[in-house]
């Protein structure tokens, strides 16, 4: 089945250490995006890629960076620069056509202990 | 850009309907979507409406969309305890991304 596969579900970070979340999709989708949820505050758009090897600043870019050497890969990597990485990241993607609405990862929750 | 709001909280009994409300901004908004989260998962969408119609209607889902009011709902018909979730109004404008409103909790209870 076709889908969009975020890994891993559960990650911890030491303050001071970079991370990377995985965000793959088979979908043969050509957009994608990473979007970051705190409690009360919806869905933040951090970063998105609309075809390969191009990608643009979101809403809340900074301490985040990403990568789309692939169609199908749209890794994100926070930095020691997000003072608050603690939050609920979401990848989605969509065909790039528009009106077919995002599809969903399960998430990724990242804890800084 | 797109602004999204939405009610944060709705509480309803099981076998009643329930009616979420959504208000958007950019009159230019060409599809409007609405996003079911169930605990710790992603965003599944469940419908969506194109600007130029009224109603949409998909099983115990109906979408209503007033565009001189700019006000989107979500009717879930018959509501079952399985519809507690988080409800997410999102709605896109030609070529930018789509814009989310906060949600609105759905609490079912028996």
């Known amino acids: 089945d076709g889908g969009i596969t975020q890994s891993p579900k559960y990650l911890f970070r030491k303050e001071g250490q970079n991370v990377t979340l995985s965000c793959e999709q088979n979908l043969n989708h050509d957009a994608m995006y990473w979007y970051r949820q705190d409690p009360g505050q919806g869905l933040r758009l951090i970063y998105y890629s609309q075809i390969v090897n191009d990608f643009q600043k979101g809403d809340i870019a900074e301490g985040y960076s990403v990568s789309r050497e692939k169609k199908e890969s749209f890794p994100l990597t926070v930095t020691s620069a997000q003072k608050n990485p603690t939050a609920f990241y979401l990848c989605a993607s969509e065909p790039g056509q528009g009106g077919y609405g995002y599809t969903f990862g399960s998430g990724t929750r990242l804890t800084v202990v | 850009g797109e602004d999204v709001e939405q009610s944060l909280f709705l509480s309803v009994r099981e076998g009643d309907s329930s009616v979420i409300n959504c208000t958007y901004t950019d009159s230019s908004s060409t599809y409007l979507y609405w996003y079911k989260q169930e605990p710790g998962a992603g965003l599944q969408l469940l419908t969506y409406?194109?600007?130029?119609?009224d109603m949409k209607q998909d099983q115990r889902l109906t979408v209503l969309l007033n565009k001189k009011d700019k006000h989107l709902s979500l009717r879930i018909a018959d509501t079952q305890t399985g519809d507690s979730a988080i409800y997410f109004c999102a709605g896109i404008s030609g070529y930018s991304t789509l814009t989310f409103g906060k949600g609105t909790m759905l609490l079912v209870s028996p």
């Open positions: 409406i194109f600007s130029n119609m």
